[in-house]
Structure formats: structure tokens, C-alpha cells
Nanobody
Framework: QVQLVESGGGLVQAGGSLRLSCAAS????????MAWFRQAPGKEREFVAS????????TYADSVKGRFTISGDNAKNTVYLQMNSLKPEDTAVYYC??????????????????WGQGTQVTVSS
């Protein structure tokens, strides 16, 4: 079992920045791909970014490339999502997830073994 707890969400103006954190506990952290997803009201959940805890390989959705950066600290069992140049369309509940599949598989399948409870990000115009 893996437990995931997100933090760092909030309200920010367009053009601003936020950093989300996801603290993982339970099974060995460095054997999973860690990912961020988001879900806006009335929309389906979508992939945002992932990082392989084993290889460090990064995968991003096209909509966030160049603005968001995912990183991990294996010593702290924590994954971060640095979000810059935020837009109102980035408003959503952001979820941390963990899975044994590679990032490119998670990006396509939108399926993960473990999920956090989510943290709200609101970007005002």
C-alpha cells in the first residue's frame, strides 16, 4: 500500500505561481512512477505530469509544457509540481498518483494504483 497526501493548493492570480507537494508513505517509494492529474468541474480527469522515481524520466501533458515542472526527492519520499505562468484554465482539483507503469503509459491510460485526496488550485483572471 502507498499513501499519498497533497498540499500547496490555493488561490492565485493569472500569471502567478504555486508549488504542490505530494508526500508518499508505505511501500518503497523509488519503485513507482509518480504522477499529477487534474480535474476541472464538469470535465474529465486529465494527466498533467509524471516522474519515474527509479529513472527520473519526466513526461508532461502538452498543455503544461514549459510552464509546469515535476520533480522528486527520494530521500523525503516527496514529489513536487512547480506551476508557473498559471492560467484560469489551470483551475482544477489536482491529484497525486502512484503506479508501477511508465509515465507514457499512465499518460495514455489515466489509470494509477494509488491516489491522493486532491488539492484545489484556483486561478483568477
Amino acid at each position: 500500500q502507498v499513501q499519498l497526501v497533497e498540499s500547496g493548493g490555493g488561490l492565485v492570480q493569472a500569471g502567478g505561481s504555486l508549488r504542490l507537494s505530494c508526500a508518499a508513505s508505505g511501500r518503497t517509494f523509488n519503485s513507482y512512477t509518480m504522477a499529477w492529474f487534474r480535474q476541472a468541474p464538469g470535465k474529465e480527469r486529465e494527466f498533467v505530469a509524471s516522474i519515474s522515481s527509479r529513472t527520473g524520466r519526466l513526461t508532461y501533458a502538452d498543455s503544461v509544457k514549459g510552464r509546469f515542472t515535476i520533480s522528486g526527492d527520494n530521500a523525503k519520499n516527496t514529489v513536487y509540481l512547480q506551476m508557473n505562468s498559471l492560467k484560469p484554465e489551470d483551475t482544477a482539483v489536482y491529484y497525486c498518483a502512484a503506479d508501477s507503469s511508465p509515465g507514457f503509459v499512465i499518460k495514455r491510460s489515466l489509470v494509477c494504483d494509488y491516489w491522493g485526496q486532491g488539492t484545489q488550485v484556483t486561478v483568477s483572471s
